[in-house]
């Protein structure tokens, strides 16, 4: 008779115990988070009850469970009995509005929104924290890497003191097929866009913004650093030239979008730049739209994450992965994310390295020594001169490698080199790293 009982109430025990989770916004990463959950409804510790997106009768679909409530009211998914909302619409407003409403509401928050966590990340961990909720990011950085939570927890024993790697696949996708098939970065560009690898506006990728934001985070939780993304240090990878990879080459490297973060004796160095890398290096291994992030810590020394960094499933998975982590949380009385100690340090824009200088001139006689005395006149030591055949008089690419020197005193010999009429387009700096 209790065992009969016990089967009867099973679905109503699991309907208790489950957690609800409403998506907001169905695009890329919310139609593959759905699709997750659909493939996973044999585990019953999640349960998808809403789809929110604006103009809903578009966007729904066949195979979604058919208990689930479609609706293009935020408001009705906030009011409804849904545990957790994933916020998966983009962009800071209606975002951050969302966000803070669900959490005052009392319930978790999950989302893959890199902007709102890097410009309203602690206000909102604070938040979560005063309303007793869970608050998980860890789609927000390298898609479906799970660099985050390996920083947080993985790495928790070590005090790490430089986090640095590729972040942002479009940028990736553009310098390997430069670098494979000589192709100009306008072509580049819009072979990404047609392949997916880009949005239609990708100012954000190419100039490094993108990357600043994920950076900004991963600093916070890494370095244990209050960071914006306007203290991230950012040059675009726009003047990059099929030559730049050949002249790299010769020095036993490639370029890519390399973003760092630092810190060293009380002093923060954050910047996102198309950099030379060592052939060698993990970083110049990686190709196409993948993600790669090396942390250094003091005492374990270095630690390599690597994977998808973006597209809709590997995403969805960490999205995911962070709806367990509500779901747990709930079911043991709330797990609160820790606080971040903004350690106090002082931010600085440049650091010492060698550096990769490239001219393009009218060729005349003379035009080496006349650089040479101004980087002289600037304390810049040169290292060595590199001039491949096959160019043009006219516009003559060569490059200058330099001893380590900072990027003011570059940026001081660059603007008095700028005045000079023998230029045909402005140099091109990038740091060579170790
Ligand atoms: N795609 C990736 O590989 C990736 C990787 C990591 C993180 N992310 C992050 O994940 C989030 C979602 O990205 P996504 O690629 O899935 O974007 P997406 O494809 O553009 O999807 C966004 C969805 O939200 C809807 N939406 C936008 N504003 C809304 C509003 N005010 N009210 C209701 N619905 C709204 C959009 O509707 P419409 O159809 O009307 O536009 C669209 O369906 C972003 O924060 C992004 O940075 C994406």
């Known amino acids: 008779m209790v065992t009969a009982l016990s089967c009867i109430d099973r679905p109503r025990q699991i309907a208790q115990t489950q957690c609800r989770v409403a998506l907001v916004g169905f695009g890329t990463v919310g139609s593959a988070v759905a699709r997750l959950l659909q493939a996973r409804r044999d585990d019953h510790s999640l349960r998808l009850t809403h789809v929110c997106n604006r103009n809903i009768a578009r966007k729904k679909v066949g195979w979604i469970a058919s208990d689930v409530r479609w609706t293009d009211s935020i408001q009705q998914v906030l009011a409804s009995d849904a545990n957790v909302i994933v916020e998966l619409i983009g962009g800071l407003e209606p975002a951050h509005q969302l966000v803070r409403r ?176 060592s052939n060698d290096s993990s970083l110049a291994r990686v190709v196409g739209s993948q993600n790669l992030v090396v942390s250094s810590g003091e005492f374990g020394g270095d630690t390599t994450f690597g994977g998808h960094g973006a597209g809709g499933d590997p995403t969805a998975v960490a999205v995911v992965s962070d709806l367990l982590q509500a779901a747990r949380g709930r079911s043991r009385g709330v797990e609160l994310p820790d606080h971040i100690s903004a350690a106090s340090c002082e931010f600085v824009t440049d650091q010492e390295a060698p550096h990769y200088l490239r001219f393009v001139v009218r060729d005349k006689p003379g035009i080496i020594a006349v650089l040479a005395s101004v980087l002289a006149s600037c304390d810049i030591n040169l290292d060595a001169v590199l001039q491949k055949p096959g160019h043009t008089k006219s516009a003559l690419p060569f490059v200058i490698t330099l001893e380590p020197c900072r990027q003011k005193q570059l940026d001081n010999a660059l603007a008095r080199i700028a005045e000079f009429d023998f230029l045909a387009e402005a140099p091109v700096t990038m740091p060579i790293l170790s």
Not at 115 to 129: N, S, T, V
Not at 206 to 228: F, N, P, T, W, Y
Not at 253 to 277: F, H, M, N
């Open 102 to 277: 669900a959490l005052q509401c009392g319930k978790a928050v999950v989302t893959a929104n890199k902007q709102l966590i890097a410009h309203f990340g602690p206000d909102l961990l604070e938040l979560a924290r005063e309303n007793h909720q869970y608050l998980g990011f860890g789609a927000c950085v390298a898609g479906g890497v799970p660099v985050l939570s390996g920083l947080h927890d993985g790495l928790a024993g070590d005090r790490i003191v430089q986090i640095r790697g590729i972040l942002n696949g479009t940028c990736n996708y553009i310098l390997t097929r430069i670098e494979q098939a000589g192709v100009s970065f306008d072509d580049a560009l819009r072979e990404a866009q047609e392949a997916g690898f880009a949005e239609a506006d990708s100012t954000d990728d190419i100039d490094g913004q993108d990357a600043a934001a994920k950076l900004a985070i991963l600093a916070r939780v890494g370095l244990k650093i209050e960071v914006s993304p306007q203290q991230v240090v950012r040059r675009s990878i726009r003047s990059l030239k099929p030559f730049d990879f050949e002249y790299a080459h010769e020095l036993g490297c490639t370029v890519r979008q390399i973003s760092t973060a630092k810190l060293k004796d009380g002093q923060a160095y954050l910047a996102v730049e198309p950099s030379l890398v």
